[in-house]
C-alpha cells in the first residue's frame, strides 16, 4: 500500500486534546519513560527535564519536573508522550477498539511541537503508522523506503533516510490524518502556533513471525539439538554437508507441522497480551453486592473474550483465563455475546443462586460492566 491522507470530520479531542495533555503534564505526576523531550531531531537528556522525589518511603529519579520540561518546550524541545494506549483511558479505549477491528496490536504516542520546530529526523518506523493531527499546523514530507516493509531490527540511518525521493510534502491542520505504512521514511515540522499529533502504531503480525512460530516449534524435536560435527568450522565441505543436512531434517519437518496448531499459538499470543481497559472497575467491584437479577450487564467495551469449551470451561479475558464449570457454557457464552442481558433472564439456564453467583464473578474479573445500554464493542471467539 501506499501512504495517503484524508480529513476526519473532527478534530480527535475525543481520543487525546490539547487540554488533555495540559493535565496530563501538570497534573498527572509523570514519570519517565511515559514523556521525553526531543530537539532538532535528537533525544535530550533525560536529567534535562526530571527530577528525585520521595514517594512514599522511596525516592524515584524518573519524576518530570513540569517547569524544566516546559522551559525545554517554550525553548524549542518537541514533547513526546509515549505509550498513551497504555495510561490514557479514552486512547487506550481507541487502541483497543482498533485491535478488535484489526486483529493487530496497536500502541500511541503523541507529539507536542512548539511553532518552528521540527521534532524527530528523517526516519521510517517497522510498523504501520496513522498521524492524527489533533491541533496546530504541522508540515510533513515523505520519501520513498530505504527497504520494502523492514522488520524491527532493520532500521535506516538519518543519512540514508534524509537522501531517498520525496513523494509528497503535506501541511497537516486538525482532523487531517496520515497514513504511512512501515518502511516510508518520514519528518515533520510544526509551522504557525503549537502542534499536537497523535502517532498510532500498528504492530502487525508478520509472516517472520509465522516463521518465528514454527521455528520455536522445532526444539521439540531431537533432530534439531544435535551438535554439528566436530571440525566444521574448519571445513567449508563439511560445514555445507551439515547444513544441508540440517534444511533437508527441516523440510520434511515441516510436513509434519499443523498450521493450526501454529496459528493457534499466535492468536494465543495476541489474545494473552490484550489486558482489559478496566475505566470503572472499583466501583463496579465496589457495588457486587448490589448486582441482582434485575441488573443489566454486557461485556466490558474493548475486551476480547473468548470461550474454550470443555471441564472446565475456559474464558480467556487477554490477560488472565477462567476456569468455569463446563455446564456454565451456555450462559457464560450468552452474558458475553457483545449484548445487553438482564441477569435475571438467565432463569432458563441457571436458578436464582447460580446466576448471580455467575454474573458477579465476572463483572468481579472485569468480563462484564453494569447498567451500560448500547452494544458492546470487542470480539467473540
Known amino acids: 500500500m501506499a501512504p495517503h491522507r484524508w480529513h476526519h470530520a473532527g478534530a480527535f479531542d475525543d481520543v487525546l486534546s490539547l487540554a488533555d495533555v495540559d493535565r496530563a503534564l501538570t497534573g498527572a505526576g509523570l514519570r519517565r519513560p511515559a514523556v521525553?523531550?526531543?530537539?532538532?531531531?535528537?533525544?535530550?537528556?533525560?536529567?534535562?527535564?526530571?527530577?528525585?522525589?520521595?514517594?512514599?518511603?522511596?525516592?524515584?529519579?524518573?519524576?518530570?519536573?513540569?517547569?524544566?520540561?516546559?522551559?525545554?518546550?517554550?525553548s524549542g524541545a518537541t514533547i513526546v508522550l509515549q505509550g498513551l494506549h497504555r495510561w490514557w483511558p479514552?486512547?487506550?479505549?481507541?487502541?483497543?477498539?482498533?485491535?478488535?477491528?484489526?486483529?493487530?496490536?496497536?500502541?500511541?504516542?503523541?507529539?507536542?511541537?512548539?511553532?518552528?520546530?521540527?521534532?524527530?529526523?528523517?526516519?521510517?518506523?517497522?510498523?504501520?503508522?496513522?498521524v492524527l493531527q489533533v491541533a496546530g499546523t504541522k508540515h510533513w514530507v515523505v520519501r520513498e523506503p530505504v527497504m520494502a516493509d523492514p522488520l524491527p531490527r532493520q532500521l535506516s540511518t538519518v543519512d540514508s533516510a534524509g537522501?531517498?525521493?520525496?513523494?509528497?510534502?503535506?501541511?497537516?491542520?486538525?482532523?487531517?490524518?496520515?497514513?504511512?505504512?512501515?518502511?516510508?521514511?518520514?519528518?515533520?515540522?510544526?509551522?504557525?502556533?503549537?502542534?499536537?499529533?497523535?502517532t498510532v502504531g500498528i504492530l502487525a503480525t508478520t509472516v517472520h513471525d509465522v516463521l518465528a512460530e514454527v521455528l520455536a516449534l522445532a526444539d521439540g524435536d531431537a533432530a534439531f539439538r544435535r551438535s554439528l560435527p566436530a571440525g566444521w568450522a574448519f571445513d567449508a565441505e563439511r560445514s555445507a554437508g551439515a547444513v544441508k543436512g540440517a534444511l533437508a531434517d527441516l523440510a520434511d519437518w515441516l510436513d509434519r507441522v499443523d498450521p493450526a496448531e501454529v496459528a493457534g499459538r499466535l492468536r494465543d499470543r495476541f489474545v494473552a497480551n490484550r489486558t482489559p481497559v478496566l475505566a470503572g472497575q472499583l466501583l463496579e467491584v465496589a457495588a457486587l453486592d448490589a448486582v441482582d437479577d434485575a441488573t443489566l450487564v454486557r461485556r466490558r467495551p474493548g475486551t476480547i473474550a473468548t470461550l474454550a469449551p470443555g471441564e472446565p470451561l475456559r474464558l480467556r479475558l487477554g490477560d488472565r483465563t477462567l476456569a468455569l464449570p463446563g455446564a456454565l457454557e451456555p450462559a457464560v457464552r450468552r452474558l458475553t455475546d457483545g449484548h445487553l442481558h438482564r441477569i435475571g433472564d438467565l432463569a432458563d439456564l441457571l436458578d436464582g443462586p447460580s446466576r448471580l453467583v455467575l454474573a458477579r464473578r465476572l463483572i468481579r474479573e472485569g468480563a462484564l460492566v453494569t447498567g451500560v445500554a448500547g452494544d458492546a464493542g470487542g470480539g467473540d471467539g
Open 163 to 198: 537522501a531517498q525521493p520525496v513523494l509528497f510534502e503535506a501541511d497537516m491542520t486538525p482532523g487531517d490524518s496520515l497514513y504511512l505504512p512501515r518502511g516510508f521514511v518520514h519528518s515533520a515540522a510544526a509551522q504557525q502556533g503549537v502542534s499536537l499529533h497523535l
Open 90 to 130: 479514552p486512547t487506550a479505549r481507541f487502541c483497543r477498539d482498533l485491535e478488535v477491528a484489526l486483529g493487530h496490536a496497536v500502541q500511541t504516542n503523541a507529539y507536542l511541537t512548539p511553532p518552528g520546530a521540527a521534532g524527530l529526523a528523517a526516519h521510517h518506523d517497522t510498523h504501520d503508522v496513522f
Open 36 to 74: 521525553r523531550a526531543v530537539r532538532d531531531g535528537e533525544p535530550l537528556a533525560p536529567s534535562s527535564y526530571s527530577r528525585p522525589a520521595r514517594i512514599g518511603g522511596s525516592t524515584v529519579d524518573d519524576l518530570v519536573d513540569v517547569g524544566r520540561l516546559l522551559d525545554l518546550f517554550a
